[in-house]
């Protein structure tokens, strides 16, 4: 009797321990359960995390192709976005979402990305995934530090930069992070949204 008590007792902690939510990430917001109108910068990000023209930016090639936002809402269970932008170059934006059907990846390119232009779309993507490819984005985003990241890096005003500006962002549970990157930044991740959606811009 005693043996069946003591196997008991172990598999409801077991039960217990598996059903806990996840501790939240250091750096990440709760997402909001309601959205502000599409045309509010603050649609897609935080805007105590960000720099306000880089939130516009994302924030209008976002927009234009209607993606729905990581930060707010219950569109999206999880959820993990490259937004990848240069003026003279071409720009994409890649994202994979996972919600009730399952996963999927979506890639959209444009010939180049003007800020307050509108964009010309040269490319679209869109293709189901398992669920061991979806779930190999989070682990890179985790492996990589991005939960741990500042939104902007430290040394942003010291730095000379010409190149695409990157948005990476993520929703996972009850958590939405967003980081500001220099192209060269997280480029396993970088790689990994390109090679997921067939895009080869990098």
């Known amino acids: 009797m005693r043996r069946y008590l003591g196997v008991l007792s172990i598999a409801f902690m077991l039960i217990g321990c598996s059903s806990d939510p996840l501790p ?7 997402v909001r359960s309601e959205c502000p109108p599409p045309t509010d910068n603050t649609f897609y990000f935080f805007p105590e995390e960000t720099d306000g023209q880089r939130v516009e930016y994302s924030s209008q090639f976002l927009a234009e192709i209607d993606a729905p936002s990581l930060s707010c809402g219950d569109t999206v269970d999880e959820g993990y976005r490259i937004t990848r932008l240069a003026p003279g170059l071409p720009s994409a934006i890649i994202e994979v979402l996972r919600d009730r059907n399952g996963w999927t990846v979506r890639g959209v390119e444009f010939a180049h990305a003007v800020y307050r232009e509108r964009g010309t779309i040269t ?15 989070g682990t890179a985003f985790a492996e990589a530090g991005f939960w741990r990241t500042p939104p902007l890096p430290p040394n942003i005003k010291d730095i000379s930069y010409d190149g695409p500006w990157v ?8 958590s939405h992070h967003v ?24």
Do not use: N
């Open 24 to 30: 939240e990430p250091s750096r990440a917001h709760h």
């Open 123 to 137: 490319k679209q993507v869109r293709k189901e995934l398992t669920d061991a490819e979806g779930s190999s984005l």
């Open 167 to 174: 948005t990476l962002e993520a929703r996972r549970g009850s």
């Open 179 to 202: 980081v500001f990157p220099l192209a060269s930044s997280f480029g396993s991740i970088t790689s990994k949204f390109f090679d997921m959606a067939g895009l080869d811009i990098r």
